[in-house]
């Protein structure tokens, strides 16, 4: 599986839509100081989920979205798609080729589309967990990311392995049917005190 395609549209500096095409093996960006070349992985980032705005260099969600220049006016709403090849079935769907959607509105509300189709953020999430490419993984090395890394506490270097090992996913289900299984225990006991008080 690799990063085949990358399309913005009103997205930081990226006011016109943009397609960016990625072959296998190393890419690499250049250009001169404040082109957008972190806004390149910025949308990479935002796209597959990232909620964080300091993680990407913004002070609130909207800075995401083309503030507009002398000579554009600011955008309404903040699109990319990401492309990935699936012609090898990293992601377990039947698909060669998985397009990755988000859209975001001034009011802050996001949209998500897989192959076009709407979907959860939660199915985003899901769909990348243990591909290494998810909100957590480790496809994105910011800068300053492998010292973060390298000093982290054993628990953070765990979370890294993990996914790298494929877990992450049978720990996320084991949390949710955890979860399930107490609200479930709660509702026995408020069964039993309603039984009681009956008896
Ligand atoms: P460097 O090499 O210095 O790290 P860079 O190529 O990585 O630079 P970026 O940080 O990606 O550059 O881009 C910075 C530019 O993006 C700035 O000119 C900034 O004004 C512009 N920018 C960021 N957010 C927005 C936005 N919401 N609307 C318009 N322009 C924006």
């Not at 957008?36 to 935002?46: P, V």
């Not at 890294?160 to 084991?174: D, L, N, S, V």
Request: glycine residues 8%; hydrophobic residues 35%; charged residues 30%.
């Amino acid at each position: 599986m690799y990063l085949k395609e990358l399309e913005i549209m009103g997205f930081k500096s990226f006011s016109d839509k943009t397609n960016i095409n990625f072959t296998k093996g190393i890419n690499a960006i250049v250009g001169p100081n404040g082109s957008g070349k972190s806004n390149i992985t910025d949308a990479i980032r935002w796209v597959i989920g990232e909620q964080s705005v300091k993680a990407l260099r913004g002070n609130k969600m909207e800075d995401v979205i083309f503030a507009g220049s002398d000579k554009k006016k600011a955008s309404g709403f903040a699109e990319v798609t990401l492309v990935l090849d699936n012609y090898d079935r990293t992601i377990d769907v039947d698909f060669n080729e998985i397009s990755i959607t988000r859209r975001m509105y001034r009011s802050g509300e996001s949209e998500y589309y897989i192959n076009k189709t709407q979907c959860r953020l939660k199915d985003i999430v899901e769909m990348l967990m243990d591909t290494g490419i998810g909100k957590e993984g480790y496809s994105i090395i910011g800068q300053g990311r492998i010292d973060d890394i390298l000093n982290n506490k054993s628990d953070g270097r765990r979370i890294i392995f993990e996914e790298a090992a494929g877990i992450t996913k049978y720990k996320h289900r084991k949390a949710e049917s955890e979860k399930k299984l107490e609200h479930t225990e709660n509702n026995i006991e408020r069964l039993e005190d309603i039984i009681n008080e009956i008896n």
